[in-house]
Every structure is written in C-alpha cells, then in structure tokens.
C-alpha cells in the first residue's frame, strides 16, 4: 500500500481490522518486509502496521537532511493518514532509536513501546568512525558490500551454516536497498541523541526483546532498558542474533502477543 505522508509516497504493510495498531519499525539496512513473519502471526488480533521508512524498500528518499526525529515525523503522518490515534510502537534496532525520538515527540499517540534489539545509548567516538567508514564503503562499492559486511552480526553462526533460505532473504533485503537511503540512515544513527535520560521518561507498557546472541546491541544493553523503564519486561529469544524476530519468529511472537495482551 502507499500513501502520502509528508511530500514522500510512502509504501507500507497495513493489515487492518479492529485489533491493537501495532506499528513496526524495521532496522538498517533493512525495509518493512523485516516484519512479515510478524504481520502473518498477529494479525488480526493486532492491526499491523509496517512502513518502508524513507529512502528504504519503496520509498523514496527526499532531497534534506538525515534524521531520526525525521523518520519519526514521518510516522505520525502514517498514523495520521491511517487515522490511528495510538498505536504500539515497535522498532528494531534503528527502528529502536527511532522509537525513543517518536515517544520523546508523541508520547500521547504511544500505547506501548516494544524495543527489540536496539539500545539507548548514543554511537561512542569509534562508533562514529565506523559510521564513517560504512558511509565511504556505500558510496565505494554499493549495497552489496554493506550487506555481506553485516551479514555475519544479524544471524547466529548456526543459521548462517544451517539455514540457506534465512540467510538469503536476511543478505537479500539488504542488498536491495539504495546506497542514498543507506547513507542517509548512517548519518541519522551517527548524530543521534544519547537516549538513556528517555528511559525513566517512559511511563507506558513496554517489552524489551533480545536475541540471546547478539553481538551488536547485546543481552546488556536489553537489561539496562529494562531496568531503566519502570515496570519493562524482557525478552531474550533463544539462538538468535540481532533480527531476532526474524531468525526466530515464533519465539519472538509468542513474546508480542503475550505483551500486547496487557496494553
Ligand atoms: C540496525 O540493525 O538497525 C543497525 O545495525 C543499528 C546500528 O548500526 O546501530
């Protein structure tokens, strides 16, 4: 489906009804399709809503500047378009980061919060650097190198070896995606805020979810989320990297749907 939000045609999944809106954020490099094992299980008891945010899968990048508090303005005019007054909002690792700029802007439109593989803290010094270095490697040798450089941190050694079909839909999606929309991602994630004041701010139902093996924002960073938001929940999904929801579907799902019951 597209609509238009914000001078940008936006291409999303929205499977309707009169369940919980459930609103999902895919990670870098990724597009919405990142949530299809979810919108398959939970739908309808949630009305899952996925965008392409812009410049990934079918949505255009506009001329301007690259921020995450950009992708989540564009959000609201999702929800707005949709007529969606609140929504559960969930991101994944980046999606995660912008999750915490759209409650920081919206928190009257948040009815829960699901932060999956992501953290608060801002990139460090050397992480800045490295966001650097990705930058000149789009740029140099396109989306295929960023794909086979992150390949080996969003799956677990295990599924890399033993599940060709995971491995070539998780390289796949990234693959495909525009070396501008890359570039422009890894320039909102460098300059983005430091997001562990946010934490206490928190006051709706949230769950964290982590996989067990991820080495990029790990078990620690998900303890620390949980610890800082009052009440939060954790989930650590057995043998999964970093697209946890993704390597593991029904694990991660049972995790949703139990959390959505309670929001
Ligand atoms: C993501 O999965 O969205 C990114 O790996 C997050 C990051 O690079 O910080």
Redesign the pocket.
Known sequence: MQTHVRGVEMTYEDTGGSGTPLLLIH??P?DHTLWEPQWKALAPRARVIAPDLRGFGATPLPQGPATLEIYADDLLGLLDALGIARAVVGG????G?IAFAFYRRYASRVQGLVLA?TRPQA?SEGGKKGRDASIALARQEGATAIADG?LP?MLTPRTLATRPEVTRAAHAMMARQSVEGIVAALVA?RNRPNSMGTLAAITVPTLVVVGDQDN??TPEDAEAMRAGIRGARLAAIPDAA?LSNFEQPEAFNAALAEFLKSV
């Open positions: 990670g870098y990724l994944l690792s980046m999606g980061y593989d990139d992150m941190k994630m990029l924002t970093h």
